[in-house]
């Protein structure tokens, strides 16, 4: 099998209206053909959403209700994105909502979308690298002293993402390998969010694990949280607790 740097991969990005992808609508996509971190080919439009763009989302995507009047509907080019990225492996930062979104718009538009069935989540394959403080886009961007592209625009995110990739990959022999890695949960080292963000897991409360477990976090959270669990009922510290809302 070929090393990595000598597949072909697609990069897609999304800059939507909002986070809700039954109500919300894609505003802007970008896609770019890669391999290695050369870029072979790449596509970027604004779209017409058909609704308003809420001032907080234009805040941080800079895409206003003026710009993308006029500019294509998303089943418009729906069918160039197919054709473009073909069977080729998707990569992305969560890759899964921005597929989801385009997913949405096509059954809506009943256009066919059968693209995205082999994906890589650079977000998963940041925590598999464990190096960088925390796993944005923009963070990893940082991290690896990549150049900005155009922060929380969708070809400058998808640019950034083909550089983080090359980075993020090297370390697998070939795509076998790199899949491979991400099909098992991945153990992180500390609580990537809310309170205690930032904190290793061996000096949260025993409380705030026992509540965490039962939520509806992502697979490699989960199974860190029942790691740690699991870690101090073996060592005899499992029952220190009290009140399991008290340090939430």
């Not at 996509?29 to 970027?44: H, I, M, P, T, Y």
């Not at 002293?145 to 993402?161: C, K």
């Not at 899949?179 to 153990?187: D, G, V």
Request: hydrophobic share 40%; with cysteine.
């Amino acid at each position: 099998m070929q090393s990595v740097d000598k597949e072909i991969f697609a990069c897609i990005d999304c800059e939507l209206t909002g986070l809700d992808i039954e109500k919300d609508r894609i505003i802007e996509v970008a896609v770019a053909l890669f391999k290695g971190n050369e870029v072979l080919e790449s596509f970027e439009t604004l779209i017409d959403p058909g609704m308003p763009i809420p001032d907080e989302s234009a805040k941080i995507h800079h895409i206003t209700d003026l710009m993308v009047k006029g500019k294509p509907k998303i089943e418009d080019i729906i069918p160039k994105i197919v054709s473009m990225v073909g069977d080729y492996t998707v990569i992305g930062h969560g890759i899964s909502f921005d597929l989801d979104i385009i997913r949405k718009a096509a059954d809506r538009a009943h256009i066919p979308f059968p693209i995205g069935k082999k994906t890589i989540d650079t977000f998963r394959l940041a925590r598999l690298y464990g190096e960088s403080p925390t796993n944005s886009l923009d963070q990893l961007r940082h991290h690896f002293n990549i150049p900005a592209e155009g922060a929380h625009r969708a070809l400058g995110d998808v640019i950034v993402n083909v550089q983080v990739f090359w980075y993020l990959a090297k370390q697998f022999k070939n795509l076998k390998d790199l899949f491979q890695a991400l099909s098992k949960p991945i153990l992180l080292k500390a609580m990537p969010l809310g309170k205690h963000k930032g904190r290793p897991f061996s000096e949260l409360p025993i409380s705030f694990l026992r509540w965490a477990v039962h939520q509806q976090f992502d697979e490699d959270l989960l199974f860190s949280i029942r790691t740690e669990l699991k870690k101090r009922k073996s060592e005899g510290t499992f029952n220190q607790s009290s009140n399991p809302f008290q340090d939430l």
